[in-house]
T-cell receptor
Framework: DAKTTQPTSMDCAEGRAANLPCNHS???????VYWYRQIHSQGPQYIIH???NNETNEMASLIITEDRKSSTLILPHATLRDTAVYYC???????????FGTGTSLTVIP | ETGVTQSPTHLIKTRGQQVTLRCSSQ?????VSWYQQALGQGPQFIFQ???????GRGNFPPRFSGLQFPNYSSELNVNALELDDSALYLC??????????FGPGTRLLVL
């Protein structure tokens, strides 16, 4: 089971921040939140992951709520190349068997 | 670039045939996982190999099998192909407790 809930689709204007939400209300204390994206017909691309604290890297920021039941992936300045399906995944620290849901299809509009 | 390569990129088979898909990586790792992605769906976990042994399996029948070699390359074998096996097959490499990196996939069409 995917154990996450994401909106089916979202639009974002080019140059604006894209905020992609994810609900994971049944997450356990030892489960990480991972984000991947998949551009049409390519393999999923790793974006970021976190356990409790907010995380930032060169691609995005991950904001995890204090109760860890939801998170938001932030692309600070969306470009047309960020158009993709974004997957939020929870994963135990001792396993790396990803269970993907259907993800959020993000369209960046010029 | 993840350094993960898969071959072939595309493949057409007929029902009942057998197929072997391959995955390799430039970097050291000890896990390889295989996923099936049907059109319009998210990837579905098939199985994972860790140090050449199967280390977890999703809801796939035994006709889906795999191998991991000492050089960390891997094969996915599917016997008795069915029409529903048409999909994008993805491999992902990594280490236990760390991030996995996916290859570009092999698109299989079963006629």
């Amino acid at each position: 089971d995917a154990k996450t809930t994401q909106p089916t689709s979202m639009d974002c204007a080019e140059g604006r921040a894209a905020n992609l939400p994810c609900n994971h209300s049944t997450i356990s204390g030892n489960e990480y939140v991972y984000w991947y994206r998949q551009i049409h017909s390519q393999g999923p691309q790793y974006i970021i992951h976190g356990l409790k604290n907010n995380e930032t890297n060169e691609m995005a920021s991950l904001i995890i709520t204090e109760d860890r039941k939801s998170s938001t992936l932030i692309l600070p300045h969306a470009t047309l190349r960020d158009t993709a399906v974004y997957y939020c995944i929870v994963l135990t620290v001792t396993g790396n068997q990803f269970y993907f849901g259907t993800g959020t299809s993000l369209t960046v509009i010029p | 670039e993840t350094g993960v390569t898969q071959s072939p990129t595309h493949l057409i088979k007929t029902r009942g045939q057998q197929v072997t898909l391959r995955c390799s990586s430039q970097s050291g790792h000890n896990t390889v996982s295989w996923y099936q992605q049907a059109l319009g769906q998210g990837p579905q976990f098939i199985f994972q190999y860790y140090r050449e042994e199967e280390n977890g399996r999703g809801n796939f029948p035994p006709r889906f099998s795999g191998l991991q070699f000492p050089n960390y390359s891997s094969e996915l074998n599917v016997n008795a192909l069915e029409l529903d096996d048409s999909a994008l097959y993805l491999c992902a490499i990594g280490t236990i407790e760390e991030t996995q990196y996916f290859g570009p996939g092999t698109r299989l069409l079963v006629l």
